[in-house]
């Protein structure tokens, strides 16, 4: 009965000491979930960025387009 509750005593000391260095050094769920972001937004931001350079692309192209047939008609 003694062994089995020095035993006991241990585990539950090192859970809290664990515990306790865990929660020092800010490791918890909503730490993890603040500090890296999330895939589907990261995604999101990516399709985003290309989609403003694709339109840019083809205001590009069509100002280019404009300006041509400005000149041929000139």
Known sequence: MHFEISVLKRTIGSLVVTAALLLSAGVTTE???QKAPKPEKQA?????KMEAG???????T???TFQGHQRAER
């Open 31 to 33: 730490g993890l979930g």
């Open 44 to 48: 999101v931001k990516t399709e985003q």
């Open 54 to 60: 694709a339109l840019k692309s083809h205001q590009r």
């Open 62 to 64: 069509e100002r280019s």
